[in-house]
C-alpha cells in the first residue's frame, strides 16, 4: 500500500542510531543519508528505494505507531532485546496477543520521540524459521 514513510524525529544523529540498533534484527538498514534526512530499507531487493526516513524536524506531532513485520518469532525477540538495548523503553513483552488472531506474535516497545514500535510475526511456530 505504502511505498515509503516518512517518521519526524528530534535528533536525527540519536534516532539513526537507534533504529539501526534496534531493526538490525529484522534486516532493516540505513542505506543513504542526506544533512536532514536518513533512509532505511529492508533489503528485500529495494535497497535503492528507501522504505522509511527519518527527518530531522523541530518538534514531532503526536506519538505514532509503526508495526515491522517479522519473520518469525525469535526476530520478534530479537527485535525487542536491541529495541531496549538501544534505549527504548518496553510497552509489551514479545507474546502471542490472540485478541487480534491466533497466530500473533508481537512486542512493542517505546522509542525515541515516543513513538510506539512493534514487531510483529503472523506465522504459526511450526511455518517460522
Same mark, same amino acid.
Given at each position: 500500500?505504502?511505498?515509503?514513510?516518512?517518521?519526524?524525529? *528530534?535528533? /536525527?544523529?540519536?534516532?539513526?542510531?537507534? !533504529? =539501526?540498533? #534496534?531493526?538490525?534484527?529484522?534486516?532493516?538498514?540505513?542505506?543513504? %543519508?542526506?544533512?536532514? #534526512?536518513?533512509?532505511? &530499507?529492508?533489503?528485500?531487493? $529495494? *535497497? &535503492?528505494?528507501? =522504505? /522509511?526516513? /527519518? *527527518?530531522?524536524?523541530?518538534?514531532?506531532? %503526536?506519538? /505514532?505507531?509503526? @508495526?515491522? @513485520?517479522?519473520?518469525?518469532? #525469535?526476530?520478534?525477540?530479537?527485535?525487542?532485546?536491541?529495541?531496549?538495548?538501544?534505549?527504548?523503553?518496553? +510497552?509489551?513483552?514479545? $507474546?502471542?496477543?490472540?485478541? !487480534?488472531?491466533? +497466530?500473533? !506474535?508481537? &512486542?512493542?516497545?517505546? %522509542?525515541?520521540?515516543?513513538? +510506539?514500535? =512493534?514487531?510483529?510475526?503472523?506465522?504459526?511456530? =511450526? +511455518?517460522?524459521?
Amino acid at each position: 500500500m505504502f511505498d515509503h514513510l516518512g517518521l519526524p524525529v *528530534t535528533d /536525527l544523529e540519536h534516532a539513526r542510531r537507534f !533504529y =539501526e540498533q #534496534a531493526l538490525q534484527p529484522l534486516g532493516i538498514a540505513v542505506v543513504k %543519508g542526506f544533512p536532514d #534526512a536518513v533512509g532505511l &530499507a529492508a533489503g528485500r531487493g $529495494r *535497497t &535503492a528505494e528507501q =522504505e /522509511l526516513w /527519518l *527527518t530531522r524536524a523541530d518538534h514531532v506531532p %503526536g506519538p /505514532l505507531h509503526m @508495526a515491522f @513485520a517479522a519473520a518469525s518469532r #525469535a526476530q520478534v525477540d530479537a527485535f525487542h532485546r536491541a529495541a531496549l538495548a538501544a534505549g527504548a523503553r518496553d +510497552n509489551g513483552a514479545p $507474546r502471542l496477543r490472540p485478541q !487480534y488472531h491466533d +497466530n500473533y !506474535y508481537g &512486542a512493542f516497545v517505546i %522509542g525515541p520521540d515516543g513513538h +510506539n514500535l =512493534e514487531a510483529v510475526c503472523h506465522r504459526p511456530p =511450526e +511455518n517460522t524459521p
